[in-house]
């Protein structure tokens, strides 16, 4: 079954803002970090913040004042608040849960994480 389901994604000018939501089965909102990453063409994916289950937050130095992090324990939601945006903050931004081994920080290896959404595309021009 379906664990992560990002949405939010689309278009904007440099400046502008957006938030991506990523709805999170109960089970796995239960993990002990679930977070965003981001992939630009033909580059590797990145870890860009997360959020451990005691509510401590990471981000990436490259959007670090200009991102935010949250999720809603009453419907199990996960969002990231994007202002300020830049041509180079386009990509595809994943969900993620269960990293390994309980490691809640960043920078974090694509490939210790367990689970994934299936992205949501953020343009900006």
């Known amino acids: 079954h379906v664990q992560l389901v990002e949405s939010g994604g689309g278009s904007v000018q440099a400046g502008g803002s957006l938030r991506l939501s990523c709805e999170v089965s109960?089970?796995?909102?239960?993990?002990?970090?679930i977070g965003w990453f981001r992939q630009a063409p033909e580059k590797e994916r990145d870890g860009v913040a997360a959020?451990?289950?005691?509510?401590?937050?990471t981000y990436a130095n490259f959007v670090k004042g200009r991102f935010t992090i949250s999720k809603d324990n009453t419907n199990n939601t996960l969002y990231l608040q994007m202002d300020n945006l830049k041509p180079e903050d386009s990509a595809m931004y994943y969900c993620?849960?269960?990293?390994?081994?309980?490691?809640?920080?960043?920078?974090?290896?694509?490939?210790?994480?367990?689970?994934w959404g299936q992205g949501t595309q953020v343009t900006v021009s």
């Open positions: 959020i451990h289950s005691d509510g401590r937050t």
């Open positions: 109960a089970y796995t909102y239960r993990s002990n970090c």
């Open positions: 993620s849960a269960d990293w390994s081994g309980g490691y809640c920080y960043l920078p974090q290896d694509y490939r210790y994480v367990q689970l």
